[in-house]
């Protein structure tokens, strides 16, 4: 039994401001937050480590119901509060790094503010920052309007309704002693910080400015007007059904939007690389040892991410996202390149363990930085041309130089796609002739060919034809097992993976091909649930279980659609969207047996896969036809 007082990672909603994310429980509790960005250090943690891991709760101190929504299309987040003497809310948000209006446009902040909506409600306060995930020494003390948390390098300011008297222990958290390697050697350190409790009855409302940044308002018209351009700013950008016919009309529309919104708080305003998770270290298995650091920026989501934000209306942000492959294609040499990388293109991130942090519910280690960023992982190239035709086929312009990259990209796959390396998914063994990869080495070529015919680019196209036949004749020879009648995980063996559904969609064969039929069916016979969860593949070495993985359900979708099997598919997308939360999140995994969510939260994949789920049935429905993911008829 784990130690601590651990939430479902399903009631948590999420909040940002384009730059980092919080995670704020149903009960009021601020368990996740990394500042300046999300790929930064800790101060709250709590949901890594109930004890000492950091929080900043507001909660009733008696027994009460909660539940949480968004104000709607958008991500300012409200918490309702009902005991017996009456009801209270806590809306949180975070103010956009984006232009919302007014001089300066945005502060570094987490708004919290309390109301009362009848009776009276005694409240319990918390502020309990611990820097650099519980390491550094946190020192707290009283200021006029709230109390000062900071370590010898960070600072974070709570202000607090005038109404409100802190009690301030002002006694040093000496955090944990580091050994060198980011490893701690013993648990948590101290209990000091900030709280109180105190009584709001009908009618009263306060602000919690929770400051890492400039000043930032904290009188009650400031924080209003704060407010207020940020609901304005959600509800500007979100999706609207301002087309003669909506791609996402019937009931995937609202979780469409939501994922949309998911997406752009996960897209990092200085170069639009979108993080694949805000979190890290939340477990595939509860207890178990699957747990890695999400809060990076895959190559892989590139042409799949574009096409959700195209679609969704968000042709900005797709193009920023799309600009972002353009910038590595010319920077770094396709030899060197790395699957992952920093949202600020940085690619080092050394892999380490954090031992004196508990874990979710004892789920250890826990892992910062991501040893995949090392890893030859052939199919990224893929999905980079794949991202960059996407480009060029949206009204992007690829010129010259953008197009000596991309060739050099090509012409790197041509030269190594026969090469083993790591997967898809990451796994540690012995490198492999995945499938995947293999078919995505395919599609780095055939969209080369594609950017080099359309753009009457120079490129040694007979060459690229003939290894994009080669490259098809070996996988079809060496990664279809006639047996199973289905595309395998890798040349020569047995097992089945659900990436080659996602190979599939790039136009590798055409969707009447026997091959296809015969592979959806057999992810469908030894990978799916009856209600269309998958799991990613039968074996990966590692110990325990692991729970279905939500994006590959998309992918049958897809797959389904596209070969004429509409109500199967259809049946599948309405059974997923059963296991988002009540706020319409969704995490990386799904637990099959108990429905619960497990993996980093949100995902970035996931909500993809939604979006993109609800584009593949209206392809396949009355909705008329929408950009594929840019597939030509197979070579």
Known sequence: MAEGNYEPIAEYGLIGNTETCALVGRNGSIDWACFPTMNASSVFAAILDDKGGGRFAIRPTESYDADQQYLDRTNVLQTTFRTESGVVTVTDFMPLLEDTGGDPPAYRAIYREVECIEGSVDLDVEFSPRFDYARATTRVEPVADGALASSDEERVLLSVPES???????????????????????????????????????????????????????????????????????????????????????????????SGLVLKLLAYKSTGAIAAAPTTSLPEVIGGVRNWDYRYSWIRDGALTARAFDNLGHEREAERYLNRFL????????????????????AEFDERELDHLAGYEDSRPVRIGNGASSQLQLGMYGEMVNAISHLARSDGEIVGEDWTAVRQIVEYVRENWDQRGAGIWEQRGDPKHWVHSKMMCWVAIDRGLELAEDGGFDAPVEGWRATRAEIRETTLEEGFDEDLNGFTQSFRNEQMDASVLMGLLTG??????????GTIDAVEDRLTTDDGLVYRYEEDGLPGDEGAFVVCSFWLIGCLARSGRVERAREVFEAIQGYTSTLGLVSEEIDPESGRLLGNFPQAFSHIGFVNGALFLAEAGENGSIEPLGERSSQ
């Open 164 to 258: 409100v008297a802190l009690d301030v222990d002002s006694k040093e958290d000496s955090g944990v002693e580091d050994d060198g390697n980011g490893e701690g050697d013993s648990g948590v350190g101290g209990e000091n910080g900030a709280g109180t409790t105190y009584t709001v009855n009908a009618g009263e409302t306060g602000w919690y400015v929770c400051q890492y940044g400039m000043r930032a308002p904290t009188e009650p018209t400031g924080c209003r007007d704060l407010l207020d351009r940020t609901v304005s700013f959600w509800r500007d950008w979100a999706h609207s059904c301002d087309r003669k016919v909506c791609p996402f009309a019937g009931p995937g529309h609202d979780l469409a939007v939501r």
């Open 327 to 346: 910038h590595l294609s010319r920077s770094i040499d396709p030899a060197e390149m790395g699957p992952l990388y920093g949202l600020e293109h940085s």
């Open 508 to 517: 590798f064969l055409p969707f009447d091909d026997e091959r296809v039929r």
